[in-house]
């Protein structure tokens, strides 16, 4: 193959990875909407919104685990069609669902589909040259178009509400599923397909990152789900949230196409733990301060440490183990963790009227987390 038709090659693996894994977090990031739409039409209190959400990242990560001792056998590109069938059969039943066990069942069926794409990003980028400037790249490519989502599905809210914006993200899963196709097909065999030996089992160091962004996720995502309705308690509408979080993910695409291009010079230990602090710092923030404008700086602050922490740490995973194995189960870690933290937010606002113990919460979780991941960075620092 000659060069030109290698870059061609590599341009098609980078544009793949981007259009799965905004496809992958469409439900992280804007899920939140649909939380808020839902309490407004059908009166659905805090805790029973927690578990709707925890349905959906519960099943996320049960994809993942299951993929993850599979992941050298498998064709990234067909897993993202499978995943994009189920995301818009999904969502676009839901929006004509009013019945809470059914809407609970979307869920479930959505995060399936989200899991099973995001597993088919990190086996792609896990077969690039360079998997934590993959995952950059494709976060940075992911960030911009979600500025343009973050616009327009609020609008959408309004104008059409819970219904409409359903719709709205069925219809973007079927987009940027399409864009997935670019993704490259066959498996992590090698040639003849003769079957790998099996995975060591994790060793030391790879519990340490699982807990590390088990710590991280549990802590910065508790509050997630109900971002909306916390900018909703101190006065802030939709619509001017959703011009926040356009803002926020505009500098987290900086942040990443910055990480992405410098990741290879930097060490470790010192830009994870600074991300890892600032990420809680900001958490805190979003449930104490009281006006808009302050929500929004702390909201583009936790958004941009948000995605570069979770970069630094897949890297952290690949650098243990190259196959890819780790970086899904640390994935699926995060979706698991996120799942209690909604569930436990949901509950922490039912019983004390309101969301602001949850973000003190969150970073004393990433403190623990830095101290958790820190040593390890440090070591594969000094050995690199």
Same mark, same amino acid.
């Given at each position: 193959m000659g060069a030109q038709a290698r870059r061609a090659g590599a341009i098609a693996t980078l544009v793949g990875i981007g259009a799965a894994s905004t496809a992958a977090h469409l439900g992280n990031n804007f899920t939140t909407y649909l939380v808020g739409g839902l309490i407004?039409?059908?009166?659905? =209190?805090?805790?029973?919104? =927690?578990?709707? *959400?925890?349905?959906?990242?519960?099943?996320?990560?049960?994809?993942? #685990?299951?993929?993850?001792?599979?992941?050298?056998?498998?064709?990234?590109?067909?897993?993202?069609?499978?995943?994009?069938?189920?995301?818009?059969? !999904?969502?676009g039943l839901s929006a004509f669902l009013s019945a809470f066990p059914l809407l609970l069942l979307g869920r479930l069926g959505t995060g399936l589909g989200f899991g099973i794409m995001n597993s088919a990003v990190n086996l792609a980028a896990g077969r690039t040259a360079h998997p934590a400037r993959a995952i950059s790249l494709g976060i940075?490519?992911?960030?911009?178009? #979600?500025?343009?989502?973050?616009?327009?599905?609020?609008?959408?809210?309004?104008?059409?509400?819970?219904?409409?914006?359903?719709?709205? &993200?069925?219809?973007l899963s079927l987009g940027l599923g399409l864009l997935a196709l670019w993704l490259p097909g066959g498996t992590g065999l090698p040639e003849?397909?003769?079957?790998?030996?099996?995975?060591?089992?994790? *060793?030391?160091?790879?519990?340490?990152?699982?807990a590390a962004m088990a710590l991280f996720a549990f802590g910065t995502l508790a509050i997630w789900p109900f971002i909306e309705r916390?900018?909703?308690?101190?006065?802030?509408?939709?619509? %001017? #949230?959703?011009?926040?979080?356009?803002?926020?993910? &505009?500098?987290?695409?900086?942040? *990443?196409?910055?990480?992405?291009?410098?990741? %290879?010079?930097?060490?470790?230990?010192?830009?994870?733990g600074l991300?890892?602090?600032?990420?809680?710092?900001?958490?805190?923030?979003?449930?104490?301060?009281?006006? =808009?404008?302050?929500? =929004?700086?702390?909201?583009?602050?936790? *958004?941009?440490?948000?995605?570069?922490?979770y970069a630094l740490l897949l890297g952290l995973a690949y650098a243990c183990e190259e196959s890819g194995r780790l970086a899904v189960m640390t994935t699926g870690t995060w979706l698991l963790f996120q799942s209690l933290g909604s569930?436990?937010?949901?509950?922490i606002a039912q019983r004390?009227?309101?969301? !602001?113990?949850?973000?003190?919460?969150?970073a004393m979780a990433c403190v623990i987390a830095i101290a958790v991941a820190l040593p390890l960075a440090r070591r594969l620092d000094r050995a690199a």
């Open positions: 407004d039409r059908f009166g659905y =209190g805090p805790l029973a919104m =927690g578990a709707w *959400n925890m349905a959906e990242t519960l099943s996320y990560a049960a994809a993942m #685990f299951v993929i993850a001792p599979r992941a050298r056998r498998l064709d990234a590109r067909l897993l993202a069609m499978l995943a994009t069938a189920l995301v818009v059969l !999904a969502q940075t490519f992911q960030t911009i178009l #979600f500025a343009g989502i973050a616009l327009t599905l609020p609008q959408v809210g309004k104008d059409h509400g819970v219904m409409g914006m359903f719709l709205a &993200l069925a219809g003849g397909g003769e079957a790998p030996p099996a995975p060591a089992p994790l *060793n030391a160091d790879g519990y340490r990152v699982l916390t900018a909703h308690a101190i006065g802030v509408p939709a619509t %001017q #949230f959703g011009r926040y979080q356009s803002l926020s993910v &505009l500098t987290s695409a900086l942040g *990443n196409a910055l990480l992405a291009a410098m990741v %290879q010079r930097l060490p470790r230990a010192l830009p994870l991300a890892l602090g600032a990420c809680g710092t900001a958490c805190a923030l979003l449930t104490t301060v009281t006006t =808009g404008p302050a929500f =929004g700086a702390a909201l583009v602050g936790y *958004n941009t440490c948000w995605f570069l922490s569930l436990a937010a949901g509950g004390f009227g309101g969301y !602001a113990p949850i973000g003190p919460l969150g």
